[in-house]
C-alpha cells in the first residue's frame, strides 16, 4: 500500500509541474511511467527543457548524468523540479555544478 501512495504522490507532483510549465507558455508532454530520463519534456519556441520531477529533490547521480547528457544531445535544458518548504523549486543541471532557481 505504501508503494501505491508513493507513485500517488509522484504523479501528483508531475501533474502540478506540467501545469506551471504550461501556465508558463510550454507545451508539456509527460513521460508515462517514468521509464524515459525525464518526467516531462516542456517545449516553447527557445527552449527544450527536460524535466525531471523529484518531490524531494532527491536525483541519484546515474539519472542526473543521463539527464544532462541527453539534454546536451537535443540542445536542450536540464532541469530538477522539487519541493522545498511547500515551494516548488527548479535547479538547471550541469556536469560540474548545480545553479538553483526560484
Request: some cysteine; hydrophobic content about 35%; glycine content about 8%.
Amino acid at each position: 500500500m505504501k508503494g501505491r501512495k508513493l507513485k500517488r504522490k509522484g504523479l501528483d507532483f508531475e501533474r502540478k509541474i506540467k501545469k506551471i510549465f504550461e501556465e508558463k507558455g510550454y507545451y508539456v508532454v509527460r513521460s508515462a511511467g517514468s521509464r524515459g530520463v525525464a518526467d516531462l519534456v516542456a517545449l516553447n519556441k527557445e527552449e527544450k527543457l527536460l524535466i525531471a520531477c523529484k518531490k524531494t529533490g532527491n536525483l541519484t547521480v546515474n539519472a542526473k548524468n543521463r539527464l544532462v547528457e541527453t539534454a546536451k544531445k537535443i540542445n536542450g535544458t536540464p532541469i530538477l523540479a522539487f519541493e522545498e518548504e511547500g515551494r516548488v523549486k527548479t535547479i538547471i543541471l550541469t556536469e560540474k555544478k548545480v545553479n538553483r532557481q526560484h
